[in-house]
């Protein structure tokens, strides 16, 4: 198919500087966990992309000095020659397929830890960032930079710049953005100093154009230089000469970088999840870059749409449509547009899943993208998939996430595969949470799924059909997939902070109650140590209907697990809108009488809240029934031509949508290939003079 014109102009060549890409399509730096440790499965999953037809394609942030280690987050590193040919494997597996590569050059100055190194940290005035969240704090405070400091932030930027050059990286950046050093020098509460790089905008902008300058040199005109800068609490200063100070630092630098890379200044506002922000969410920040520089810019928005990219370029927001999660979750879009297929774009959701892996240090994971991170590990690839080995008919049931993905691969393979789903409509969890306040892009997890599977003849899907033993024993399947999901219990929570004590009775649900459709009796109290979206979302919700809604959690915040994701001060503040009490550090003890009994998590002191419903948001377990009752019948799968039975998803293990996914994902990827003790390559750094 032929692309469609109106996108005609994502596909224009851009000018960067020296060099040019080929279209429109920029991936961002995002981290991606992989590190120096694991160089193959790096380069093959940034190759990817350039595969999928983006124009430019970054890597992560890249650590210039020792004195700039954010362990234990994965970060890359570029300290010597040493380093070079790690990431050397990225920019081949990049150039093969066209596309440039991109580097961001990276210091973390009074953000990091060094908890490896253990070298002092440095910052403009000895200021460090001082999270409230545990995973982000630390004890050593930075030293105040002198003239010695500077300098060496200057020649370890230099030096990273040449060995970038000599990795063959065609753009090199400079990163003044998200709390990191450079960024530290343009904020007053960072930076407090009388010399010339305090003080006025112009004095504490000098550290960045010098960082400019030293990385023009180095590179010697092979490179673009680009800069990358948070600029959200710079537009909200205001300035006596200009229309805040962002617009004053972005006209004091105006065409010195080749490229600005524009964004917002904290995670969760960089990168949102779509329970909480649009798509281009940055705009009103950033929209005015383009009308003080001659110099491309490029930024950020989870733009899947290609109206959507049309319209930031003709509107004159950006030059290039950055991406990160877009990228990760189909690497292909670019090709996909380019060949009038933007049906076909797995869009991502917004779920910040990948973000999460990155807090967990962890090769990145993607809910949408099962293949991401696995291209060389695995060597599964985001649109191919390796041709079915047998003529074995498989049977599917249950179509949620685990179910419809598993389908689908094994469709894609060449398999006859029958997907059975109870209810009349497919999507399992998915028909219910979708429902949610915010997260209504999660639906794009069974629509991509759903539209994908439409174009199959070999998959057929049955709604309606609640299958039994009896019935599986006859539909003569070679293989039987059980993806039937999982269910909410009604336990509480003990001290030991395990799941014990079941609390049945009136007046007691959990969230499929309230899929099902029952109706509550105000006040509620949602008990929510499930700790990740659905008791914050399901207390929006209630609230939203117009119950009377108090939280409590066991844990210290609303959604705990969700400063893993970026959610949890968009969570915060939605309690807070909605009028929902928080109760924190609390277990519910009992119920009776028109009210919950809280004790506290420390002090075991115990408050009572009036209530009349109380739904439990805890723990889930496998609905494996009907697993259980198949290998009961074991005995006769040799007659009923069943040679195997398999649990996935949450029927097998209860999780997060990622898993299941990934697990429908794997089975597919797995069916008739020979077992390994290991499943997966497993990668290593390269060797280096020891
Ligand atoms: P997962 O996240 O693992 O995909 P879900 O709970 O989202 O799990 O989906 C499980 C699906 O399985 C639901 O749509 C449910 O209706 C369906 N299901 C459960 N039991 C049966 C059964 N016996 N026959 C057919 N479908 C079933
Ligand atoms: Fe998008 Fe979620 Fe995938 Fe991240 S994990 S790229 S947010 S779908």
Known sequence: MARNPRYDVLFEPVRIGPVTTRNRFYAVPHAAGMTNAMPHMRAAFRGMKAEGGWGVVCTGYVSIEPGSDDSPLPFATLWDDDDVRSHALMTEAVHAHGALAGIELWHGGGSVMNRTSRLPT????????????????????????????????????????????????????????????????????????????????????????ELLEVTHEAVGGKCAIALRISLEELRARPSERAASEAHEVVALLADLPDLWDVKMDSSPTDCPPSRFAPEGSHEPVIDFVKTLTRKPVVGVGRFTSPDTMVGQIRRGVLDLIGAARPSIADPFLPVKIEGGREQDIRECIGCNICISSWHDGVPVRCTQNPTAGEEWRRGWHPERITAAASAAPVLVVGAGPAGLECALSLGRRGYEVTLAEATDEIGGRLRFETRLPGLTAWGRVLDWRRGQIER????????????????????????????????????????????????????????????????????????????????????????????????????????????MSNEQPQVHRALASAGIALHTLSRVTAFANGAVTLANQFTNEETRLECASLVIVGTRFASDTLHA??????????????????????????????????????????????????????????????
């Open 456 to 563: 199959l003849t070999n998959v057929n899907i049955y709604r309606g059909n609640l299958l039994s033993a009896a019935e599986i024993l006859e539909l003569q399947a070679a293989h039987v997939v059980i993806a039937t999901g999982a269910h909410w219990a009604r336990l509480l929570y003990s001290a030991l902070e395990i799941p014990a004590g079941e609390l049945s009775g009136a007046g007691v649900f959990t969230p499929d109650d309230i899929a099902a459709g029952v109706s509550l009796k105000s006040p509620v109290v949602l008990y929510d140590f499930d700790n990740y979206y659905m008791g914050s979302a399901l207390a929006e919700h209630l609230a939203g209907s117009g119950h009377k809604v108090s939280y409590v959690t066991p844990a210290g915040h609303a959604s705990a697990w969700g400063i």
């Open 629 to 690: 009752e198949l290998m009961t019948r074991a005995g006769e799968f040799a007659d009923a031509g069943i040679h195997s039975v398999t649990r996935i998803g949450d029927a097998l293990a209860p999780g997060a949508i990622v898993h299941a996914v990934y697990s429908g994902h794997r089975y597919a990827e797995e069916l008739d290939a020979e077992p390994a003790a290991v499943p997966y390559r497993r990668d290593a750094p390269l060797a280096r003079q020891v």
């Open 122 to 209: 440095m910052s403009p005035s000895g200021t460090s960032w001082m999270a409230t969240h545990v995973n982000f704090m630390g004890h050593q405070r930075p030293r105040v930079m002198d003239a010695q400091d500077i300098r060496l932030l200057l020649d370890c930027q230099a030096a990273a710049a040449r060995r970038a050059r000599q990795a063959g990286f065609d753009i090199v950046y400079v990163y003044a953005g998200m709390g990191y050093l450079p960024y530290e020098f343009l904020l007053p509460e960072w930076n407090r100093r009388t010399d010339a790089y305090g003080g006025s905008v112009a004095n504490r902008v000098r550290i960045v154009r």
